[in-house]
Structures are given as C-alpha cells and as structure tokens.
C-alpha cells in the first residue's frame, strides 16, 4: 500500500488520491455556478418578460396608418417596442422592490425574487436604474417626443406604484392610461397623427380587461384578496360586473364607429372594415367566458400567450385586417 501526497494517506488503488484543497476548489467552483445560475434566473423572472406582451399595442398606429410597407418606419416601431419592453421590466423591478414586505405575508407573492431574497434590494435599484437609463438613452435614435413620452411613463407608472393602485377605480384607469401611453409612443414614433379612435378604444379594451382582472382577483382569492390587493376591499363582484358591462358595450361601439367611420375610411383610402367586427366581439366574449366560467383572467397577458381560441383569434383579427388593406390597397 502507498502513500499519497501530500496527505499521506494510504492510497489502496495504488494511485495517488486527488489532493483534499483540489477537490474542495472543484465544489466551490460548482457552488458558485449553481449559485450564479440561480441569481440570473431570479433576475429574468424579477423583469417578467412574459408581460413584454402588453406593448404590442405600440405596432398598433403603424397597422392602422398603412405604414406596414415603409422599412424605416417598421424599424422604428421596433425599437420603440423595445424601448418599452425595457422600460416596462423597471418599472416591474421598482413594484416589487416597493411591495417587498407586504409581498412576504402574501402566500403566493412571498415567492417572488426580491421578497424572497433571491435578488437583493441594492441589486434590484441597480438593475431598475440601468434600464431606465438605457431604455431612455435608446430613444436618441427615435423622434424627439418618445424620449418625452418614454419619460412620462416610467414617471406615471412610479406614482401608480407609490399611489395610484391604491384609490378604487382610479387603480385601472391608471392601468388604462399606460397603454394609451404605449400607443401614443408608436404614433410618435413613425411620425403619424395620434387618432383619437386609436386612443379611444385602447383605453376602453384596456378597462375592460382590468376591471375583469380585478373581478378574476376577487372571486378566485376570496378571504385573500386584501392582502393580494388592498383595493379589492372596496370592489365586489356584483359592481364589477357593472363596470365590465359598461366597458364592454362602449369597447364594442367605439370599434364598430370606427370601422364604419366615412372619416376613416376616406382616410385610410379603405372600405370594409367592419368585417372585423366578429373577430372583435369573439375576443371579448371569450375573455369573459375565462372570467365566469374557467375562473381565468388573472393574468390577461398569459391568457393571450396561453388560450389558444384567443391566440387564434387574434392572428385572424390581423390577417383580415393586413387582407382588407392590401385589397384596398390593389382596388386603388
């Protein structure tokens, strides 16, 4: 039997053991991986990308203004959709950082990277902090307004964390309102007017989906909801369903007058419109139905990334009105 150095301990193979300091940098090496791995999956789950969905509707005037077909233009709706997904992370990391300690009596929310600890506080401004600013320094390369624009809405949605979410109703208006923001952002972008129909009915489709949010919160979580929400104490769901009733016939009218517009259409040198109607009706009931019957809704970005009648649905909306469009587009 041998010795192996430098421990001097017998070696019964006959070969030397791997000294104990090697294997022990070895483990802490894979410690500090498994620990970095873990940190950088808090930190993507901490920006929630999955949410990067709501700024879609910042492609919106650059489909309703025929501008599809212009390479500059689509480029800078991409960009400003980028500038917003990155905003919008920071603004993500900033609620939480806010909603830390009530975050940590909450069952589920507990879980979340900085209530658990998985991301430090100081980590956590760092990032909002970075992101801010390259979100805002990105916005060099677009029209001067959506610097301005891209401002107004970290700043809006920071007071909507400090103060806003708390007051009844006015928490999804101010919802409502960051995504007229967004859409005002891709109009600015490619440099067309803002049209009032554009605005009109995201702000409608946006309450309609917030009140059902918040409705979906109130039943599914019950004696739970306070502490998910403190404003769900001064909702309940028979009012809600008052307000959703009220958002869903004015989203519905404002759609149609505005597909059956002379205005538009004169403007938009496009006839038809209103062949889309269906798409639109369909959309909405079928959120309601998640909402009544499957008890869903609670995340409406997962609900469209998730339900595939509502996907589908969606992808036919597009492709009848990108159709409607390039028939116009041929019959002139």
């Known amino acids: ?10 070696c019964r193979s006959g070969r030397f053991s791997r000294p104990p300091r090697v294997a022990y940098r070895r483990r802490h090496h894979s410690c500090t991986v498994v620990r970095e791995e873990s940190f950088l999956r808090a930190v993507v789950v901490l920006l929630r990308p999955e949410q990067w969905v709501k700024n879609l509707i910042i492609f919106g005037a650059l489909i309703f203004a025929r ?6 233009k689509i480029l800078a709706a991409l960009l400003t959709f ?14 939480d950082i806010h909603d830390r300690e009530s975050d940590r009596m909450h069952p589920l929310k507990k879980n979340r990277p900085i209530a658990s600890g998985a ?11 970075t992101l801010i600013l390259l979100g805002l320094l990105a916005t060099i390369f677009l029209p001067r307004p ?37 859409a005002a952002a891709g109009s600015y972008a490619i440099a067309v007017p803002t049209s009032p129909w554009l605005i009109a009915c ?44 009220v958002v869903t016939a004015s989203t519905v009218v404002a759609y149609t007058f505005y ?22 009706l369909y959309g909405i009931f079928r959120y309601l139905y998640l909402i009544h019957q499957e008890e869903r809704g609670g995340s409406p970005a997962s609900v469209l990334l998730s339900d595939i009648p509502i996907l589908v649905n969606v992808v036919l909306w597009f492709l009848s009105v990108m159709a409607i469009f390039m028939f116009s587009a041929g019959n002139h």
Not at 216 to 226: F, G, W, Y
């Open 1 to 10: 039997m041998r010795s192996c150095p430098p421990c001097d301990s017998p």
């Open 67 to 72: 501008e599809f077909t212009q390479v500059d």
């Open 82 to 95: 980028g500038v917003f997904c990155v905003l919008s992370s920071a603004v993500y990391v900033i609620n």
């Open 119 to 129: 991301v430090g506080v100081g980590s956590a401004r760092a990032l909002a902090i």
């Open 146 to 182: 959506v610097t301005y624009i891209a401002c107004l809405f970290v700043a809006f949605n920071i007071l909507y964390t400090a103060l806003l979410k708390h007051i009844v109703i006015i928490d999804v208006m101010a919802i409502a309102a960051s995504f007229v923001i967004r």
């Open 202 to 245: 995201t702000f409608l489709l946006a309450l309609f989906i917030g009140f059902g949010k918040r409705r979906h919160e109130l039943v599914t979580l019950k004696d739970d909801a306070v502490s998910h929400r403190v404003t769900l104490k001064k909702y309940s769901p028979y009012f809600l369903d008052q307000l959703i009733s």
């Open 259 to 280: 597909t059956l517009s002379p205005e538009i259409q004169e403007k938009l040198g496009v006839e038809h419109l209103e062949l889309t109607i269906p798409f639109v």
